[in-house]
Antibody, heavy 131, light 107 residues
Framework: QLQLQESGPGLVKPSETLSLTCTVSGVSDDYISSGTHYWGWVRQPPGRGLEWIASIYYSGSAYYNPSLKSRVTMSVDTSKNQFSLKLSSVTAADTAVYYC????????????????????WGRGTLVTVSS | EIVMTQSPATLSVSPGERVTLSCRASQTVRTKLAWYQQKPGQAPSLLIYDASTRASGSPASFSGSGSGTDFTLTISSLQSEDFAVYYCQQYYDWPYTFGQGTKLEIK
């Protein structure tokens, strides 16, 4: 059964870089490189709502939330069915549960453009920014 | 950025009732609207995509409607397991954005 699993430090010091990896398991070796999905990250501060962070295609083409773009980098390792997130210069405001997500393509409504919704979520990992 | 606004923030309802949640976009998202359910301590899960298509495994009691800027999620008869927080999200344009959520509470 396909699963997404986040991994990485649960505690990061202020001004340092948060690094998380999502492993896609229960799939064929070349699943991410099949190109049928985007992959991404969503976060949720304690007791608050959801914020999309970034999404990436197997080719490395990525979209970033402008509010975080200067600090965020996503990468993908198709050989390991993994994708990663790096968020630099973290502060307490970056404390959140970080979810990795799979994006599926919605019905076509425009030529040459695709629309991607979050169809599968990891269980999430709490990252606390504190000294 | 497209701003998504959900109403109400909290809704107190009794099991068995029919309930409608609202979501409004600050500009058109055509039908590129999804609904997610989040239970305490769990990740969100997809209920509805493309405004009205039920996701695999979503109960038939859930239905979505709307297009453009106004959308609704209807639960035909509330079960105990439906008390949760519901989020709408647009994927018409980057950055993808969520509403602030509607919490369904037991009356």
């Amino acid at each position: 059964q396909l699963q997404l699993q986040e991994s990485g430090p649960g505690l990061v010091k202020p001004s340092e870089t948060l690094s998380l990896t999502c492993t896609v398991s229960g799939v064929s070796d070349d699943y991410i490189s099949s190109g049928t999905h985007y992959w991404g990250w969503v976060r949720q501060p304690p007791g608050r709502g959801l914020e999309w962070i970034a999404s990436i295609y197997y080719s490395g083409s990525a979209y970033y939330n402008p509010s975080l773009k200067s600090r965020v980098t996503m990468s993908v390792d198709t050989s390991k069915n993994q994708f990663s997130l790096k968020l630099s210069s973290v502060t307490a405001a970056d404390t959140a549960v970080y979810y990795c997500v799979r994006l599926a393509k919605g019905a076509r409504i425009s030529l040459g453009y695709s629309y991607w919704y979050f169809d599968l979520w990891g269980r999430g990992t709490l990252v606390t920014v504190s000294s | 950025e497209i701003v998504m606004t959900q109403s109400p923030a909290t809704l107190s309802v009794s099991p068995g009732e029919r309930v409608t949640l609202s979501c409004r976009a600050s500009q058109t998202v055509r039908t590129k609207l999804a609904w997610y359910q989040q239970k305490p301590g769990q990740a969100p899960s997809l209920l509805i995509y493309d405004a009205s298509t039920r996701a695999s495994g979503s109960p038939a009691s859930f239905s979505g409607s709307g297009s453009g800027t106004d959308f609704t999620l209807t639960i035909s008869s509330l079960q105990s397991e439906d008390f949760a927080v519901y989020y709408c999200q647009q994927y018409y344009d980057w950055p993808y954005t969520f509403g602030q959520g509607t919490k369904l509470e037991i009356k």
